[in-house]
């Protein structure tokens, strides 16, 4: 499996930005993929997951209400849409995919991950 983040860049505070993960596998529909981020000098952080048959989605406190995960199967794509940005979402986002449809919040559980992608929030 391969999955590969697209979408990052320049942002100004305020602005919005829509992250692609995109993966191969014939049974995507069934994975559950996460987002992740990573600041300079800090830890992995959990942002949000999506899982595979019934879509279900959950959210980190920090940025409930402000990002939307969603999936497009037929594209094998999964997309985390990010409004109201700030300066402390500045960060290489990762996806990652679980193909067992495990629903964690921990990146360990997570098996195969994207390259990163970086968002640069600028105030």
């Known amino acids: 499996v391969q999955l590969q983040a697209s979408g990052g860049g320049l942002v100004q505070v305020g602005g919005s930005v829509r992250l692609s993960c995109a993966a191969s596998?014939?049974?995507?529909?069934?994975?559950?993929v996460g987002w992740f981020r990573q600041a300079p000098g800090k830890g992995r952080e959990f942002l949000a997951f999506?899982?595979?048959?019934?879509?279900?989605?959950y959210y980190a406190d920090s940025v409930k209400g402000r990002f939307t995960v969603s999936r497009d199967n037929a594209k094998n794509t999964v997309y985390l849409q990010m409004n109201s940005l700030k300066p402390e979402d500045t960060a290489l986002y990762y996806c990652?995919?679980?193909?067992?449809?495990?629903?964690?919040?921990?990146?360990?559980?997570?098996?195969?991950w994207g390259q990163g992608t970086q968002v640069t929030v600028s105030s």
């Open positions: 990652a995919a679980d193909l067992l449809g495990h629903r964690t919040v921990v990146a360990g559980g997570y098996v195969y």
């Open positions: 999506i899982a595979g048959r019934d879509g279900n989605t």
């Open positions: 596998g014939r049974t995507f529909s069934s994975y559950t």
